[in-house]
């Protein structure tokens, strides 16, 4: 149950990490499995990996891939997520490849316990560095940032990229999102395998969760994929460690790097909105003197 009685609005949040194929039909089967797993755990809200149809692809530049897009009415991912969703009563985040006319976006469809889909958001900030050369596929997300409210907490669901971003929690909590919620595919950097950022990751996205006193859950693959690139293979061993947050930005739950899991967690939103109230973090806020983040240089 979503709401305890007497005890506060209860809602149980889950994160679950795979490694991929790159058939998409094997891929979206262990989502389901995962799903039902975490749903069986007693999850309300289930987070899914990013472009979790296939391997990443964005480690190469090739034309060839953009015939993995599909728009986003009639998706047959996103509709067997509505199934899903509906008859496990459960709210799924599915990120997908979009094609919408001669545009490409990362983007994630909203799908309530109901099954309706609640609408879309397109990833805004796009990365273009060895191993992720997203902007030769993604256009830049034209919807902004969103809350989403669904049967269970209104939810901000930001991509990959964008968690290193403290804009885009702040301004989805403004909105009023209850949790974040951050599909991801991060690992390794093929041209320098001594550099690691997973711990540079996690505690980006604890301090968004501590900052806006919300809970906070990231879920990301495992597993090493290798892509033939314009300059020959290219590999990433993707680092995993999804997890889930809590709203002083505490780890409560963490995967480690190599195995697939569920992770699921119980908050009691009332209990949190009580405490992000009397924290006055919201209301000592000056938007007044914010407008240096409109310039590049910190210039009035």
């Known amino acids: 149950m979503a709401a305890g009685g007497g005890a506060g609005r209860k809602v149980a949040v889950a994160a679950v990490q795979f490694a991929c194929t790159d058939v998409e039909s094997e891929n979206v089967a262990t989502a389901e499995r995962l799903i039902r797993e975490a749903h069986k755990k007693g999850a309300n809200i289930v987070l899914v990996q990013e472009l979790f149809e296939g391997h990443y692809f964005c480690q190469a530049q090739r034309l060839d891939f953009f015939k993995r897009a599909k728009p986003y009415k009639e998706n047959p991912t996103i509709m067997r997520m509505q199934k899903l969703a509906k008859e496990l009563d459960v709210v799924i985040p599915v990120s997908f490849f979009e094609e919408a006319n001669n545009a490409h976006y990362n983007s994630v469809a909203i799908i309530d316990a109901d099954g309706t889909d609640l609408g879309l958001y397109r990833k805004s900030h796009i990365p273009d560095g060895p191993g992720y050369q997203e902007k030769f596929y993604f256009n830049p997300g034209d919807t902004g940032f969103k809350a989403f409210k669904t049967k269970f907490a209104t ?146």
């Open 155 to 300: 939810i901000g669901v930001g991509i990959c990229w964008d968690q290193w971003f403290p804009e885009c929690a702040r301004a989805m909590v403004l909105q009023g999102a209850e949790i974040l919620f951050y599909p991801t595919a991060i690992g390794s950097e093929p041209q320098d395998n001594s550099l690691d950022s997973r711990e540079h990751w996690k505690r980006v996205m604890q301090g968004h969760a501590g900052a806006n006193l919300v809970p906070l859950v990231a879920s990301n693959r495992i597993g090493k994929e290798t892509v033939e690139t314009e300059h020959g293979h290219s590999t990433i061993t993707f680092y995993g460690n999804s997890f889930i947050a809590g709203p002083t930005g505490e780890i409560v739950k963490l995967a480690n790097d190599k195995d697939e899991e569920v992770l699921v967690a119980e908050f009691d939103l009332d209990e949190i909105k009580a405490t992000r109230h009397g924290w006055g973090i919201f209301r000592d806020r000056r938007p007044d003197l914010y407008k240096v983040l409109l310039t590049l240089d910190g210039e009035k």
